[in-house]
């Protein structure tokens, strides 16, 4: 069982940056590959950034560069690094690790674990 809790999420001003971070309990988190999802107001959830446990990063297409995602396997701990934040990244922000994805980073079934979310409000 792995718990996510994640933290770093508040409110900023266009142009601004955030740092989320998430920590995880439970064993095998070496082995997990990682990722963030975010639920904006009236959307559906949808994939922003991920991590293989090889340490293959992938992105959707609306991250353009400004999101970096890493992970520190020593403190059980994954990061997603948002820059020149837009009034359109507004949404609740999710943590989640999967066993194997198997490809496929934006399938949301592919995940046993999330966390509950935080929030990030940018303002324009």
């Known amino acids: 069982q792995v718990q996510l809790v994640e933290s770093g999420g508040g409110s900023v001003q266009a142009g601004a940056s955030l740092r989320l971070s998430c920590v995880a309990s439970?064993?095998?988190?070496?082995?997990?590959?990682l990722a963030w999802f975010r639920r904006a107001p009236g959307k559906e959830r949808e994939f922003v950034a991920g991590?293989?446990?090889?340490?293959?990063?992938f992105y959707a297409d609306f991250v353009k560069g400004r999101f970096t995602v890493s992970r520190d396997n020593a403190k059980n701990m994954v990061y997603l690094q948002m820059n020149s934040l837009e009034p359109e990244d507004t949404a609740v922000y999710y943590c989640?690790?999967?066993?194997?994805?198997?490809?496929?980073?934006?399938?949301?079934?592919?995940?046993?674990?999330w966390g509950q979310g935080i929030q990030v409000t940018v303002s324009s």
């Open positions: 439970g064993r095998g988190f070496v082995s997990y590959d």
């Open positions: 991590i293989s446990w090889k340490d293959n990063s």
């Open positions: 989640a690790a999967a066993i194997n994805v198997g490809g496929d980073w934006h399938l949301i079934r592919n995940y046993e674990y």
